[in-house]
Each structure stands twice: as structure tokens, then as C-alpha cells.
């Protein structure tokens, strides 16, 4: 607990020395710390400007994402072998609008209840995935997207090795009450490496830190 205050003041002493423009940049569409959620959406003609293919492992065709959290993925996946010998794989990285909105009817579809559907999936516009700064991973032979995922040796490095290269586990369990989403180890999201440390010592969901 004495840890996690000191953590939150030190979070309020830098946050005061940011210039409301560095603030703006950072917080605005096109910076790293933007907020997406169901308060917070995408209109359905966005799409970052950036976008490339990561370096990375997958089996799910031409992945993209913006480059900055391409390079920060490759980083991440070959620490991961070098330092454990762990083969992740990259499954969802950018999707436009539409692409959200067929996943989330499929889901709906699927669920038969849009109330449940919008716990496990994004509606169009709500999903970090068409800012181009999210990926969702897995593990080489894995099972697909489960929550299993947060209990293997290797989802359990990245939780607690992704802030190094940027990237955050956007959707713990505790946090569903804050972020409106269902438990999602696989789901990692890039914010840059100052801000995924502190988020990581502060052990809170990113819509509380922009808040903050």
C-alpha cells in the first residue's frame, strides 16, 4: 500500500510538471495515451496514419499497427525468446470500424444478448484495436484467445514484463467495474515506456490514469 501511494505521488508530481500542450498532445487522437472506450469513441472513418506490418510471429495474415507500437512488439516478443525462450504470436492488431462491427454482431449473434456481447467485445468505435495500438497475442501451440492465456508461463512474463518495451494488460479482472470489459490477458495495448512503468507500479487501468 505504501508503495502504491508513493507511486501515486510521484504520478501527481510529474503529471504537474507536463505543459497543457504536452498534455494535449499526449491525451489527444494520434497520441499514445488516447482513451478509448464505450464513453470514448472512434468516429467510423478513422484510421492512424501510421499503420505497418510488426516483425513478429502469426498465422493470422497481414497484421498491422502503428509503427511505433510495431517496433515496441518486436522488442517485447524477441525478449521474450532470448530471455525464456518463449514463441508468442501476434492474432489481432488494427481493425478498421467495420471490421469491429461485424466481430461485435457476430458476437451479439453468438451470445443472444447484446448486454453480455459488449463484455467480451468492443462495439464499432469503442475498440482500441482501430487506434493501431493495440494487439492481441498468444503463445506458439496455444488455444487461442482465452483467459488460460494468463495463466501460462508466458502470459504471466508478459504481465509482468510488458511495461518494459511500452505496453500495458489494458483488461485485468478487477478492473471490469472501470473498463466495461471482461478479464483479457492477451489483449496489450502501447502507450510508450514512461507511462506503461508507471502504470504498472500503480497497478490501475488506463482510464483511471487519464483521469488522474
Known amino acids: 500500500m505504501l508503495t502504491k501511494l508513493m507511486a501515486t505521488a510521484a504520478l501527481i508530481a510529474a503529471l504537474g510538471q507536463f505543459t497543457v500542450d504536452a498534455y494535449v498532445e499526449k491525451t489527444s ?42 517496433k515496441a512488439l518486436e522488442e517485447l516478443f524477441q525478449a521474450a525468446k532470448d530471455e525464456e525462450g518463449f514463441i508468442l504470436e501476434a492474432v489481432s492488431g488494427y481493425r478498421s470500424y467495420g471490421k469491429q462491427r461485424a466481430i461485435y454482431q457476430r458476437k451479439i ?65 478487477e478492473w471490469t467495474a472501470i473498463t466495461g470489459y471482461a478479464y483479457e490477458p492477451w489483449h496489450i495495448r502501447y502507450v510508450g515506456k514512461e507511462h506503461a512503468g508507471r502504470l504498472f507500479e500503480l497497478d490501475i487501468p488506463l482510464d483511471t490514469y487519464v483521469a488522474m
Open 109 to 173: 449473434q453468438s451470445t443472444g444478448d447484446k448486454a453480455k456481447a459488449s463484455l467480451l467485445v468492443a462495439p464499432p468505435g469503442a475498440s482500441e484495436h482501430q487506434l493501431g495500438l493495440a494487439m492481441d497475442i498468444g503463445r506458439k501451440g496455444g488455444s487461442g484467445l482465452t483467459a488460460r492465456f494468463g495463466d501460462t508461463k508466458e502470459g504471466q512474463w508478459v504481465a509482468q514484463n510488458a511495461h518494459r518495451f511500452g505496453y500495458i494488460i489494458r483488461y485485468k479482472e
Open 29 to 70: 487522437l494520434g497520441g499514445m495515451l488516447y482513451l478509448v472506450n464505450t464513453e470514448y469513441t472512434l468516429s467510423a472513418d478513422y484510421v492512424p496514419p501510421d499503420l505497418v506490418r510488426p516483425r513478429v510471429r502469426t498465422d493470422y495474415g497481414n497484421l498491422l499497427m502503428r509503427s511505433e507500437a510495431a
